[in-house]
Structures are given as C-alpha cells and as structure tokens.
C-alpha cells in the first residue's frame, strides 16, 4: 500500500478563493476542498491545484534578469489563441519574452496573483508532409 495517496500543486496567493475560481474556470475543474486558508480543485483530467492563504504572498517575478528558472505550471492545448483569449478574459495575462516574434509552439502566462504557466500545443500526430 502506498504511503503517499496523492499530491496537490500549491500556489500561495493573498486571495486562494479569487485564485481557485481563475483555474476552475481555466481548467473546468470542479472544488474539492475549502477551509478558512485553502481551497483546492480536480480538473476533469485529474490535475489536482491548491490555493493557500498567505497575506503577505507578492507575485514571483519571470523571467528574472539573471533567466533564472522557477517552479511553473504547465498546460497542454490544442489552440493556444482560443486558449489566450479565454486566460485575458478571466484576468491572466501574457508575459514578455526575450523573443517575441512569430508563431510559437508554446506561450507564457501569468494567473490573476501573479504565478507564471506556458501553454503548451498538443503535439502533433499527423505525419510530415514532404
């Protein structure tokens, strides 16, 4: 029998109610626990987020100068302007890159308190033409 029955994401936020709606919303997850701190959600795909209170939570800041990497979230989509568009809509917004030209395989954002997640395009698994 396995000691660990299962693992939950955590982000600190000032507002975990706020935050929690902003990825239901984004994920179609539904809420699985809320308490006075903490409030967490299961997407439809198993994907399990918590959101705990920190009043002093401020947001991290990506891409730090020195390009140094954080822990960040990511998802994969199958159309990542339909998928931008509904992310602005509900408060995210996108992040500068080094590099922001042309088409991309996958797309930065950061949630409504400040945490950064890419998305990602499903890969393909249709075969190369030519």
């Known amino acids: 029998m396995a000691l660990v029955k299962a693992g939950v994401v955590v982000l600190d936020c000032a507002e975990p109610e706020k935050l929690a709606v902003f990825y239901k919303e984004l994920l179609d997850a539904e809420q699985t626990h809320e308490s006075a701190n903490r409030v967490e959600i299961r997407g439809a795909d198993g994907i399990r987020l918590g959101f705990r209170r920190d009043v002093n939570a401020t947001p991290p ?3 730090r100068p020195e390009n140094a990497l954080q822990a960040h979230l990511d998802f994969v989509v199958e ?3 339909e998928a931008e568009r509904k992310i602005v809509g ?3 917004r996108p992040l500068e ?3 922001a030209s042309g088409p991309y395989e996958e797309r930065g954002y950061a949630d409504p308190a400040g945490h950064s997640f890419t998305l990602r395009l499903v890969p393909s698994t249709a075969p190369k033409q030519g």
């Open 97 to 99: 890159t080094k590099d």
């Open 61 to 63: 800041s990506w891409p």
């Open 79 to 81: 159309d990542l302007d």
């Open 90 to 92: 509900l408060g995210g």
